[in-house]
């Protein structure tokens, strides 16, 4: 299960930054989406992570 | 964290007192200052680390946190800037520090790093032979990383036309095709006449399907467990098969190409955000994405939440489904690698033997199968369990 803590980590800011220059493109924002979303991305991967590590400790502690 | 100080301090002593040598008093006093700056960075974290873990919220945990962000950082640009401090000689000092810190940590990071460190040489394997091709400039086509010859090459083997293309195109769809339906019919000739005392097909289905209800129902509750056990069991079994065919020979593993993974992980993507709008209702499903607003702050926050929410969302199955491809290609490469060179191990003789080298190999993608098959379903039911209502995480 935590396994997946460094896939995760790693590709939250590469999937915001992503979103971010296609709206870039879209809508001719440049740089503004770009940050802003990879921003979010590092955030959203932190969170993951903490849920993960959360949910992991639960069981954890149910199993004992 | 007493370790890591007496770790970080030495070797920052040490490095400091090699540079004080090397390059002057002004490297080793920015190389000191990174250190120390390391150092009060990882004693704030703690600090805050443990405000979480012993559940004080409020005040002191902001505070911690602020003080991270703004002190340290604000520290940086004064050193770096103000100072003039040399950047390179800080990064070092802040690195060492790092290394102490991960050092420390190192019993309860083992696993961690060691599975990292497989997939990584995995990885590495199947760019190895790219690599050489990329710099031999190979004639065109779209290149492949090498595998046992399947069904399908087979046959078309010098063959041309429509057929052949659409053959090669279609090829994991058809694979995983045929397994599916394989699969769903051993399945339900096992249950097909369901006696009071099993037969061989049936006690193994039974035990199966027995297994997958522990597993799901461990972990989700035996009520929620029983409503997402038909998804998440067809998952895994179906996951596992295509992993294992890529052992019978004549037939390849699907999930070694992104194409079907990445399928998969869309299967799960809309399962999970179809279970959160059926479950939470609309309303409820966008109160989650906005993070639960209840007070100012929240309202205030919640559009930066439904970003942060929204790529959490997505790059859950996509991981998943990179993590599945990557696994099998990697296993798959290697057995295609080991089989052709146990084939040419002999080729100088002209005569028709070879080496089984790639024996020892069967068992690890016999393990890596089950393991990520696990793994695939075990990490959906998680996002399905984080969709579900109850209380959230905050």
Known sequence: ?64 | MKKTVWISLVLGGLAGSAGLAARGGFFAVSLLAGVAWGLANLWCLTRAARCVAEGRRGFPLAGWVVTKFFLLYGLIAWFLVGLKLSAAAWLAGFTITLAAAAASALPSLRGLFRQTSKQLLLLGLFLLPKAAEASQGAPGGPSHPPEIPNLITLITLGREGAWVDFLHTWENGIFALLIALAVGLAISLGARVLALVPGRGQAAVEGLVEWLDNLVCGALGKKEGRRYLPFLGTLFIFILSMNLAGLIPGLKSPTSRFEMTGALGLCVFLFVQWTGLRRLGLIGYGDHLLGQPRDLVGWILSPLMLFIHGIGEIVKPLSLALRLFGNIMGEDTLLGVFVALGAMAFAWSRLPVGIPLHLPFIALALIFSFVQALVFTSLSMIYIYMMLPHEEAH
């Open chain 1, 1 to 64: 299960m935590l396994v997946s803590i460094p896939l995760i980590l790693g590709l939250s800011p590469v999937v915001g930054g992503f979103f971010g220059w296609i709206l870039d493109r879209a809508l001719g924002t440049r740089p503004l989406f770009l940050i802003l979303l990879l921003a979010a991305g590092f955030a959203a991967g932190i969170r993951e992570t903490w849920l993960l590590i959360r949910k992991a400790s639960e069981e954890e502690r149910r199993s004992k």
